[in-house]
């Protein structure tokens, strides 16, 4: 690794629905550019690594510079946690790297809730709360441990989360049909935007989602509209929904000592000023061992603050 001080990092906050990166030169940004999911979970670990090297390849097209010039490539990716599973990423971006004659120099792939851990509190002790597509809290201990709550996926849990209430609309909407629960606008509003669904053949909802003609996530903004709207059972899951993430932090409390807290708050959800992000606000005011900071930089602010650790430890 060169002793120079200005060195070109790309840093990439891979999410469950949106993928953003950057590149930078010392501290000046050179290119940036956005994609759809790289959750391996969503889009399996070859597409999502696929996804990965054509936004490198992206950004250095934007910039006008040779990949063989970055120091270092910081990746995170929402639902990798394991290190076989950061290293499997890892190794094949760069064998697909290597397929098409681009040179990639170091590598490095990781949670992207760490990022967005990095980018809130620059290091120091704290926990971010991460709304969108999924759901998870990530902290760093008073004693310098990370530690985390939720984050399990939708598949097991993801309670709060963009697809957990959008999965809990679906299933308020089959009640409803069924004469199971309540009746909600949701149904007519759902409906709408999707033409293949017809409620006088109430089981086209299952042909479209097995037709993935829509996710969970975007019911999401819908149960918000119709909450806004009073509508009781989309309300009731919009509560509960703070409910469970407000239950992170109560999880969370354990790993610190001090009688504060600090809370940042991120993700799509928060970062739209949803009605759910109004009440969580609101939940953990009610708290007084909580103390709600705003994040000092973003996801991919913590993407290139690791590189750059990344670079100092590689030399």
């Not at 790289?38 to 390849?57: D, F, K, Q, Y």
């Not at 679906?170 to 629960?181: C, E, F, N």
């Not at 009731?236 to 610190?256: Q, S």
Request: aromatic share 4%; with cysteine.
């Amino acid at each position: 690794m060169s002793g120079k001080k200005d060195y070109a990092i790309i840093g990439i906050d891979g999410g469950g629905t949106r993928t953003r990166g950057i590149l930078k030169k010392g501290k000046k940004i050179l290119a940036e550019a956005t994609a759809g999911s790289t959750r391996i979970g969503a889009v399996g670990v070859g597409e999502s690594c696929e996804r990965l090297l054509t936004m490198v390849e992206d950004l250095c097209d934007k910039a006008n510079i040779e990949s063989s010039e970055i120091d270092a490539t910081l990746i995170g990716l929402a639902g990798v946690w394991l290190e076989d599973e950061k290293l499997r990423s890892q190794n094949l971006i760069k064998t697909l790297a290597r397929a098409h004659d681009f040179i990639l120099n170091d590598i490095k792939v990781t949670s992207d809730a760490e990022l967005a851990l990095e980018g809130a509190f620059d290091g120091a002790p704290g926990v971010v709360m991460i709304v969108g597509t999924g759901s998870i809290s990530i902290g760093k201990s008073t004693h310098g441990d990370i530690v985390r709550c939720g984050g399990w996926g939708i598949e097991l849990d993801d309670e709060g989360s963009g697809a957990w209430i959008g999965r809990e609309g679906l299933t308020a909407i089959v009640r409803a049909l069924d004469g199971r629960g309540q009746k909600t606008i949701l149904t007519d509003m759902f409906v709408e935007i999707n033409p293949t669904i017809n409620l006088k053949e109430p089981r086209t909802i299952v042909k479209a989602y097995a037709e993935r003609a829509f996710e969970y996530h975007m019911l999401s903004p819908m149960v918000m509209k119709c909450a806004e709207k009073k509508d009781k059972v989309c309300l009731d899951i919009i509560n509960r929904a703070a409910k469970h993430l407000v239950e992170h932090l109560t999880a969370m409390k354990k790993y610190y000592k001090s009688k504060s807290i600090d809370v940042a708050l991120m993700g799509g959800i928060i970062e739209s000023d949803t009605l759910l992000a109004k009440k969580i606000k609101a939940e953990i005011k009610k708290k007084k061992i909580y103390n709600l900071v705003a994040p000092k930089g973003s996801a991919l602010a913590g993407a290139t603050s690791l590189a750059l650790d990344y670079i100092k430890h590689q030399a």
